[in-house]
């Protein structure tokens, strides 16, 4: 709850971007968003509460910078969930096939997933918050498990400028 707080107010939504860009002194941040540093820092305050932003200190000057792995928590809790009966030895592929609109497309011996309920894309799988290294059509489920899908979502982790000497 602490976290959609922190997300309701658009100043903050802009420190958060501002930030997920670069790391930044709050003086810096303030005077990039045309605030005061009062203002700013009361922001921070609650950014960092909500464990959306993080502070470095090197020695006296202290340093902000964004946590979006923070965000994807929040996507998490809007995830939809089902409950499917299987019997031992199901696969994913029929979990899935029972939850949803699954469209899959043969390689060799593997079904690959490209669209769940029309929404079109790359996605991988965990059973029981572990990464799957297997095709779903062959991930036989034996216990009480929960599978996560999750849709890859093209996101900028690093940008690097090459230059040639």
Do not use: W
């Amino acid at each position: 709850m602490i976290m959609l707080k922190a997300l309701s107010s658009q100043k903050r939504i802009e420190i958060i971007k501002t930030l997920s860009k670069e790391q930044m002194h709050i003086s810096a941040l303030a005077k990039r968003l045309k605030i005061s540093v009062p203002v700013a820092a009361k922001h921070v305050r609650i950014l960092e509460k909500a464990g959306l932003i993080e502070r470095k200190e090197y020695g006296r000057s202290h340093v902000l910078k964004a946590r979006g792995d923070r965000l994807y928590e929040i996507l998490d809790a809007f995830a939809e969930r089902s409950t499917v009966k299987l019997s031992r030895g199901s696969s994913v592929l029929d979990a899935l096939k029972m939850t949803c609109a699954v469209e899959t497309k043969r390689i060799n011996d593997s079904e690959l997933l490209i669209s769940i309920d029309g929404k079109e894309g790359y996605y991988l799988y965990e059973v029981n918050n572990r990464l799957a290294d297997i095709p779903m059509n062959n991930y036989k489920l034996k216990n009480n498990d929960e599978i996560q899908l999750k849709r890859l979502i093209p996101i900028t982790e690093r940008k690097i400028t090459v230059t040639i000497r």
